[in-house]
């Protein structure tokens, strides 16, 4: 069932090249996007003035990834909560909005709540669900169901991953339809978008070198995760992966903020890992990069192919595929994704399984 691989895990990290191809399948058509499935009609898309996203976890992760996309492609403005923070803080919701819940499982007990507070504040919830008749599925106004199969290991991969193409697709048509991307641009962007799988599966292949990486940190007390924009959204989920199955204290920052505080945990071998996808911030997180290295750490770096300079920084550096900009989480994620795994096999974990955690969390 484990299909030789040795556990879930990594064979879910495997699936993600046919998990993403599954769910573009699903909603792109002829070059274009076609969300009828969902329920979701290009007219309420135009009328839209604002987003609310809520999720808990990694799901939330890809809702803050949502932002940066919806946001500077669609112009749409995006507010990220977490499902437990939303539901007891008396959100303020505006007319022409939407609340977009994403949950792999669709039985998230807080991201539930937060979709029954919508309702009853009759804002339209659009959810974006795994599981085929969920809780969440079942009782919101429009259901984008992502194509990632079963997920059995507790921590999420192809699942968010697929949660990743639905933002994608929800930006690309809302900008569409609300006029601020041409016809052209969205086949470009839908173009690019059907290259990811391949690109994916080149990250795959790196996967021995992550490996050797990966079990020389098993001892570390303390791994931080930096970057900037889509980098700290990327960063987050890194983090998480890293924490929830190998037990290492690790934490995301955006790497601005080092220099309030934190920057004091770093000392002699500490590691830290810079993601620096974007162009237009490589050089300001380089610089943080530059900062803490002559405090000690120890320097990983992920960046995409061409930007070799980042070699006189880093002691260790991962090179993703070029793409478009708004699509370099579904590259950079799968690298932190196999340090996270290489860590808890070399602790000898229970990786598909971690402690105090359950696969689908249905109490508040
Ligand atoms: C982390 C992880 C969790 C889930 C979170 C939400 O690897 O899997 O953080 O993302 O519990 O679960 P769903 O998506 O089922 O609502």
């Known amino acids: 069932e484990k299909g030789g691989y040795e556990h879930f895990m990594l064979k879910e990290i495997h699936e993600q ?19 009828s499935e969902t329920g979701l009609t290009d007219e309420k898309l135009a009328s839209l003035k604002r987003i609310y996203i809520v999720a808990c976890g990694s799901a939330y992760h890809v809702g803050m990834v949502g932002k940066y ?6 112009g749409i403005p995006v507010e990220v909560d977490v499902a437990s923070e939303f539901r ?4 303020i919701l505006a007319e022409d909005s939407m609340v977009v819940i994403i949950s792999q499982s669709g ?14 504040r009759n804002v339209p919830v659009l959810s ?4 085929v ?20 290991s507790v921590a999420t991969t192809k699942a968010y991953s697929t949660q990743l193409i639905a933002m994608y697709l929800l930006s690309i048509q809302s900008a569409f339809v609300q006029g601020k991307l041409e016809e052209s641009c969205v086949s470009e962007l839908l173009a690019e978008m059907e290259t990811l799988p391949d690109k994916i599966s080149k990250v795959l292949d790196d996967k021995e070198r992550i490996q050797w990486f990966a079990s020389k940190y098993a001892n570390a007390h303390d791994i931080f995760f930096i970057g900037r924009g889509i980098d700290y959204a990327i960063s987050m989920e890194g983090s998480l992966k890293m924490k929830e199955i190998s037990y290492i204290h690790s934490e995301a920052y955006a790497a601005g903020e080092l220099k309030h505080g934190t920057i004091s945990l770093v000392e002699d071998g500490t590691l830290v890992i810079g993601v620096m996808t ?12 530059v900062e803490v290295k002559s405090r000690g750490a ?13 070699e006189d920084t880093a002691d260790f550096s991962v090179y993703v595929p070029k793409t478009e900009k708004y699509f370099t989480t579904s590259l950079a994620i799968v690298p932190l994704q196999l340090m996270g795994y290489y860590v808890s096999v070399a602790k000898g974990l229970d990786v598909d399984k971690p402690r105090n955690l359950a696969k689908s969390v249905t109490v508040e």
Do not use: W
């Open 278 to 289: 974007q162009k237009d911030l490589f050089e300001k997180t380089l610089s943080n990069m």
């Open 133 to 152: 008749g969920s809780s969440i599925a079942r009782e919101s106004d429009y259901t984008l169901y992502t194509y990632a199969g079963p997920e059995i």
């Open 69 to 74: 996309v919806i946001e500077s492609m669609a």
């Open 17 to 35: 090249p046919k998990a993403v191809q599954d769910t573009i399948g699903a909603y792109v058509k002829d070059g274009h996007v076609d969300l």
């Open 298 to 310: 120890y320097l990983m770096g992920l960046t995409s192919y061409g930007n070799y300079s980042i």
């Open 128 to 131: 974006v669900v795994n599981v």
């Open 88 to 91: 007891y803080r008396n959100p």
């Open 107 to 120: 039985e998230t007990a807080d991201s539930l709540a937060a979709l029954r507070l919508a309702k009853e």
